[in-house]
């Protein structure tokens, strides 16, 4: 009737599945200094989500009746802003886990 095991998740650093209710233990255990790193990266995604809100809601309040064209130039903004986000996450994951595999050559830790 019940799962007798918990869901699990694929550690994108060094591969070995965790069970989902041991995830930020292993980040925080195995990979202390990727999850210090995420924890900067979503304080700083949460201040360019709010920007961006808040640019955004100037343009539809004030800059839309003075600029009209300046709407493009707010999606382009917010567009280009969440993919640095992406590409900065997806890099620094991928820095993190070629350390890893520098670090510890093993074949059974190996993630493709």
């Not at 255990?29 to 201040?47: A, D, V």
């Not at 986000?85 to 670090?103: G, P, Y």
Request: charged content about 20%.
């Amino acid at each position: 009737m019940f799962p007798s095991r918990l869901p699990t998740h694929k550690c994108r650093i060094c591969g070995v599945e965790v069970e989902i209710t041991q995830v930020r233990a292993h980040y925080r255990t195995t990979h202390p200094e990727f999850e210090r790193w995420g924890n900067h990266w979503k304080r700083l995604s949460w201040l360019l989500l709010i920007s961006d809100m808040v640019l955004a809601s100037f343009n539809l309040l004030v800059i839309r009746s003075v600029i009209p064209i300046f709407d493009y130039v707010v999606v382009v903004y917010l567009v280009g802003s969440i993919l640095v986000l992406i590409f900065t996450l997806v890099s620094k994951q991928r820095a993190f886990r070629e350390a890893w595999h520098k670090a510890h050559p093993s074949s059974s830790s190996h993630v493709a």
